[in-house]
């Protein structure tokens, strides 16, 4: 087991809040985009890249490296903040989010971002394209039914799931036991025009997807300790793939952010750029 220690979840909600703040700073100078499900998936996104992925940002395209797909891909700039963070490329060009003849587009894009395992951006794609890739590890032997080398972590939104190809791929991942697939859900319970269970309820989502042959877990979404039990449970199943439904605040760390619908595709203005920073500033961290 990848073990936590204290003084590493110290570390890592320390390095969390940094990629929030830098989340805010990148929104605020684009002057458009995802704030509310990019700061609640801090904690997810820091745990995976400075704890659980095996990952090397000196070499990229490392053949061994354990796989993430964004599914949401408009949720992208935790995804960026992370990368940078990680030592990807400079954080100063986080500055350029959205911006003409930058890198950093409004969702992925690979082509211009080669260390991103998709260009995402239509909802209910990135479990294909995450299933494409174990299906391909099995074919070419890198994985077999009982052993696993590497695996494929598709983080997806509760809100996506309105898609009905999402589906399909659920369907098709439980029917091929892919054990070496885990994904990831962002139950934050919002999307862009609401709370989930008022738009499309989704409700029993764990009934759902173990009806098609899926492990079921639930964690907080902000629980390093918890969220890290829960991957290693994931590692250790046999039987299929795994989803991990994480319980996340929309708009995490900032109080006047927190839980509005609203936030889902608005970025902060200058003032509450401002505000947003103190805020974060102002947090303590305790072991």
């Known amino acids: 087991m990848a073990y936590l220690s204290n003084e590493k979840i110290l570390e890592l909600e320390k390095k969390a809040n940094d990629i929030r703040e830098s989340i805010v700073l990148m929104l605020t100078e684009a002057g458009s985009g995802h704030t509310a499900g990019a700061l609640g998936m801090a904690d997810i996104f820091t745990l995976l890249y400075f704890h659980i992925l095996n990952h090397d940002p000196k070499n990229p395209l490392w053949t061994e490296r354990d796989r993430l797909v964004l599914s949401n891909g408009h949720i992208?700039?935790?995804?960026?903040?992370?990368?940078?963070?990680?030592?990807?490329f400079p954080i100063e060009e986080l500055s350029t989010l959205r911006k003409f003849g930058s890198r950093l587009q409004g969702h992925p894009h690979r082509t211009y971002?080669?260390?991103v395992e998709t260009s995402s951006g239509p909802l209910g794609s990135g479990l294909s394209q995450a299933i494409g890739m174990a299906l391909a590890d099995r074919i070419d032997g890198s994985i077999s039914l009982t052993t696993s080398n590497r695996y494929i972590y598709c983080?997806?939104?509760?809100?996506?799931?309105d898609e009905g190809n999402s589906w399909e791929a659920i369907?098709?991942?439980?029917?091929?036991?892919?054990?070496?697939?885990?994904?990831?859900?962002?139950?934050?319970?919002?999307?862009?025009?609401g709370n989930t269970e008022d738009i499309m309820p989704l409700e029993p989502l764990t009934d759902?997807?173990?009806?098609?042959?899926?492990?079921?877990?639930?964690?907080?979404?902000?629980?390093?300790?918890?969220?890290n039990e829960k991957i290693e449970i994931a590692k250790e199943n046999e039987d299929g793939p795994t989803v991990i439904i994480a319980h996340?605040?929309?708009?995490k760390g900032v109080k006047e952010f927190e839980y509005d619908y609203k936030w889902h595709?608005?970025?902060?203005?200058?003032?509450e750029e401002k505000m947003a920073m103190k805020e974060l500033e102002e947090i303590n961290f305790t072991i």
């Open 171 to 193: 369907m098709l991942a439980g029917k091929n036991k892919l054990k070496n697939l885990i994904a990831i859900i962002d139950r934050n319970s919002i999307q862009i025009d």
């Open 248 to 251: 996340t605040i929309p708009g």
């Open 265 to 271: 595709g608005k970025a902060p203005n200058q003032k």
């Open 113 to 115: 971002l080669p260390f």
């Open 76 to 88: 992208c700039p935790v995804l960026y903040a992370t990368l940078a963070h990680a030592g990807y």
């Open 208 to 227: 759902k997807w173990r009806a098609f042959n899926w492990k079921v877990l639930q964690v907080s979404g902000h629980d390093f300790k918890k969220i």
């Open 155 to 161: 983080l997806m939104s509760d809100g996506e799931l």
